[in-house]
């Protein structure tokens, strides 16, 4: 059995091409991580880089040990190492502002129009 951070990223590289901007995204994520019962929140509010650069509003997955989940940064801020990406503890230099917390997920028949996956078979994909 994968670990969850393992899971999470497992999750993260399924959905990295999925045609979704942030929002779409996280709640692509949080469906998956509901399934696992894997306890998380999805964030709302902006992020903000220490070089000026902001995305907000902004959308990313908030795992109860402070992981951050978030691979659609990128998209807005450009594709440098200065913007997050992956799952990772947040760092100095790039601000999670939270306002407030998005609450829903997708159905398994949402989940796939806007992925282009099956859920069970992302699922699958965390088990050897």
Not at 1 to 17: D, H, N, P, S, V
Request: charged share 20%; net charge negative.
């Amino acid at each position: 059995m994968k670990t969850q951070f393992e899971q999470c990223e497992a999750i993260l590289r399924a959905l990295e091409e999925a045609p979704m901007e942030c929002d779409g995204t996280s709640r692509a994520v949080s469906t998956c991580l509901t399934a696992l019962q894997i306890e998380h929140v999805i964030a709302v509010g902006a992020l903000r880089l220490d070089d000026g650069r902001e995305c907000k509003p902004h959308f990313w997955v908030r795992l109860s040990d402070g992981h951050v989940l978030d691979i659609r940064a990128r998209m807005w801020l450009g594709q440098d190492a200065k913007v997050p990406h992956g799952i990772f503890m947040p760092q100095p230099g790039a601000q999670y502002l939270q306002v407030g917390v998005d609450t829903m997920n997708f159905s398994p028949g949402l989940f796939q129009i806007m992925t282009g996956m099956k859920l069970d078979d992302v699922l699958c994909l965390l088990y050897p």
